[in-house]
């Protein structure tokens, strides 16, 4: 950034949060909507800065992804790794309430998604007197046993500024006490990075090696401890989802979380190709030359309903649900012989057409950016 940050009419001064995997896709939409705004001299000028809570830290977690997505080097990284939920929070919060001390406090911080990055930056910001707008507001689960629905709880109950993905989060946040005046559905910025980037997919190098087909293998992603952090029922769900799905291969990205579980594991799975975390340009190659996707990911069942690949989400609950209820999602816990259903029906090819929610259109970066410069920002001392 941004060498005056200031509160003066003509510039609003942003901090930008991001800290994991699905953070970056949200927030470069929004960096290059601010850099084309500002291109047309439009008033008031906005100055970011791109703060990275090292949250993810990674190549693979985070530096492909800045490459890929073109997002710029951050201007601070807080360089805080893993931990446990609180220590990393904690250290969150501690780098973060550093840095808004001293010197110059920006109008306002921008935190997208659910991750601990989010919520812990909200925190600060918030007891700062940082005004504070959440995208992708509003999404609930309704499962307390998930630390997002935590994180996006807390960050609701405290944001003043609201961008949401669709018009249900509206009426959520509305039912929660939050004025309309706040509220803007705008569409979904991780959409903005798919349309952005779909021209540039890569084929990974495992595609060739495997002789894999397009519409001939399943992808598989699993990272939520509820999944995989008990070895017992991670082997369970394997072994289900590699019957019911022969004769066909499953592609496995695997997150290293899930990695850590799975070495532990006795059976191999002769059919399932299991791979590092995969590059954003080589992932959603993936997953739009899939027959299916098998995940307990909430941002890819909104790729896949965009792309229009059959998905079926590995939870009892999701925080997405026009990804069900217009998209090609299936959401079906984890009773082994529900999956095996939905698995063979998934191998068959009979899957419900799904259609694009309203407003997931790739142009949503540059509907935050214009909404941003007409909101009431006025930092207040703490
Ligand atoms: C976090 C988010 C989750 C998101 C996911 C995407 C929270 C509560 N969870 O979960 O919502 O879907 O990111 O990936 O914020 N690790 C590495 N390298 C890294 C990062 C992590 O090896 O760059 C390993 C570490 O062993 C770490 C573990 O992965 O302990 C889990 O990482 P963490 O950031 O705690 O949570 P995720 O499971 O990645």
Not at 34 to 60: F, W
Not at 98 to 116: F, H, Q, R, T, Y
Not at 158 to 168: A, N, Q
Request: aromatic share 6%; charged share 25%.
């Amino acid at each position: 950034m941004t060498q005056n940050p200031g509160n003066s009419t003509d510039v609003i001064f942003v901090d930008l949060i991001a800290g994991a995997r699905p953070n970056f896709m949200k927030i470069g939409p929004i960096i290059r909507a601010i850099e084309s705004s500002n291109q047309t001299g439009a008033v008031p000028n906005i100055q970011y800065r791109l703060i990275h809570t090292g949250q993810h830290y990674d190549q693979k977690m985070s530096g492909d992804f800045f490459d890929q997505l073109n997002i710029p080097k951050p201007h601070l990284n807080l360089g805080v790794g893993s931990g446990t939920h609180a220590i990393q929070t904690g250290r969150i919060m501690k780098e973060y309430e550093a840095i808004l001390s001293e010197g110059k406090k920006p109008d306002l911080c921008i935190v997208v998604g659910d991750v601990n990055s989010t919520m812990a930056c909200a925190l600060v910001a918030k007891k700062k007197g940082v005004k504070l707008a959440h995208v992708e507001g509003g999404l609930r689960s309704r499962n307390m046993e998930m630390p997002e629905e935590i994180n996006r709880m807390v960050t609701d109950s405290i944001s003043d500024f609201f961008f949401t993905t669709s018009r249900e989060a509206n009426d959520i946040l509305r039912q929660e006490g939050h004025s309309d005046h706040k509220l803007f559905f705008v569409g979904n910025t991780m959409i903005d990075s798919l349309y952005q980037h779909l021209d540039q997919l890569i084929q990974p190098d495992i595609f060739k090696s495997n002789e894999l087909n397009s519409g001939q293998y399943l992808l598989m992603t699993l990272h939520r401890p509820a999944n995989v952090d008990d070895v017992d029922k991670l082997e369970s769900i394997l072994t289900t989802v590699h019957e019911a799905s022969s004769p066909i291969r499953i592609v496995f990205p695997m997150h290293p979380r899930t990695q850590a579980i799975y070495r532990q594991l006795k059976p191999s799975f002769p059919r399932m190709i299991i791979a590092d975390p995969m590059p954003y340009l080589q992932f959603i190659y993936l997953v739009k030359h899939a027959k299916g996707v098998i995940t307990d990911s909430g941002g890819l069942t909104e790729e896949t309903t965009v792309l229009g690949i059959p998905c079926l989400t590995l939870r009892k609950t999701t925080e997405r649900p026009e990804t069900v209820t217009i998209g090609t999602n299936e959401v079906i816990g984890q009773d082994i012989e529900v999956i095996q259903a939905y698995v063979h029906q998934m191998v068959k090819g009979d899957w419900k057409k799904g259609g694009i929610p309203d407003k997931w259109d790739g142009k949503t970066g540059k509907r935050i950016i214009e909404i941003l410069r007409s909101l009431p920002l006025k930092t207040t001392e703490s």
